[in-house]
Every structure is written in C-alpha cells, then in structure tokens.
C-alpha cells in the first residue's frame, strides 16, 4: 500500500504565501513524477504543476513565476511554494505521485487533498 499525505492548506490573504507538502509512505520501489493539482467548487480538477524524477517542471500558465514546486527524493516529499496568491487560487490541492511500488507495479496515487482558501 501506498499513501500521499497533503498538508499546509489554510486561509491567507490576498497576496500572501503558503507552503503545501505531500509525503509518500508505503511499500514504494521509486518515485517518477509528483505534482499538484487543484478542483476549484464547480470547476473540473486541473493540473497546477508537476516535477520529474530529474527535476524537469511544468506548470500551469496562471501559476508560472508565482508558484514553485520542488521535491526531497530523501523523504519522497514534494512541495509546492505559492507566492502572490489570488483569490482565485481558492481550491482543494490534491497532491499526485506516479509511483513504482515495490511489487513493480506502477500505479497513480493521489492524496485526500488540502483546502486553499484566499481571501480578498
């Protein structure tokens, strides 16, 4: 079995910062790609950013220069810095790891997911 636990959401002003992190636990053989992904109320859950094994990124264009993501392998750990934070950002993030268990098996994971709430 294999978990993602998400933590750091909270509720911060328009302009502030929060920091999300999301650690992998289980029977885990190596880790290929962690991102983060958001579902706003009414909307359709849409990738925010993404990290590879070898630290290639991508990010969705409303968070590119505001949002930073980054990853421990050490921990099997990702985070996701956002800055600047729109109300629009409001969102439940839901953390998401591509994961070979140690079955070989690869499969998708996803965390519970944390509520972001930005406030105008």
């Known amino acids: 079995q294999v978990q993602l636990v998400e933590s750091g959401g909270d509720l911060v002003q328009a302009g502030g910062s929060l920091r999300l992190s999301c650690a992998a636990s289980?029977?885990?053989?190596?880790?290929?790609?962690m991102g983060w992904y958001r579902q706003a109320p009414g909307k359709q859950r849409g990738l925010v950013a993404l990290?590879?094994?070898?630290?290639?990124?991508n990010y969705t264009d409303s968070v590119k220069g505001r949002f930073i993501i980054s990853r421990d392998n050490a921990k099997n750990t990702v985070y996701l810095q956002m800055n600047s934070l729109k109300p629009e950002d409001t969102a439940v993030y839901y953390c998401?790891?591509?994961?070979?268990?140690?079955?070989?098996?690869?499969?998708?994971?996803w965390g519970k997911g944390t509520l972001v709430t930005v406030s105008s």
């Open positions: 998401y790891a591509d994961i070979t268990g140690s079955d070989y098996y690869r499969l998708d994971y």
């Open positions: 289980g029977n885990i053989f190596s880790i290929n790609s």
């Open positions: 990290i590879l094994r070898d630290d290639i990124t």
